[in-house]
Nanobody, 114 residues
Framework: QVQPVESGGGLVQPGGSLRLSCAAS????????MAWYRQAPGKQRELVAG???????NYADSAKGRFTISRDNGKNTVYLQMNGLKPEDTAVYYC????????WGQGTQVTVSS
């Protein structure tokens, strides 16, 4: 069964940084488009950043200039470097892999608070 596995979440102070990782086994990782989503309490899940199989990236306006998505096909892993974190970034962050099918991870909690 394919399931991406996220890691790297935690509690960080405003202005701090975190790097999330998502390892996806059981698929041909290099051909999958990868993305990070987040869901805050009481809100809908929203796209944070995406990266295509060719390396093209896109970001939500809220993430531009602060977050960077990248991938390492040799490690079957996609990353989300988050800098300048704000309390409103608090959410569960999910990894998604998409090609012929869509696979979601179980999420990792990010809490930004002083």
């Amino acid at each position: 069964q394919v399931q991406p596995v996220e890691s790297g979440g935690g509690l960080v102070q405003p202005g701090g940084s975190l790097r999330l990782s998502c390892a996806a086994s059981g698929i041909i990782f290099s051909i999958h488009h990868m993305a990070w989503y987040r869901q805050a309490p009481g809100k809908q899940r929203e796209l944070v950043a995406g990266i295509t199989s060719g390396g093209t990236t896109n970001y939500a306006d809220s993430a531009k200039g602060r977050f960077t998505i990248s991938r390492d096909n040799g490690k079957n892993t996609v990353y989300l470097q988050m800098n300048g974190l704000k309390p409103e970034d608090t959410a569960v962050y999910y990894c998604k892999a998409r090609y012929q099918f869509v696979y979601w991870g179980q999420g990792t909690q990010v809490t930004v608070s002083s």
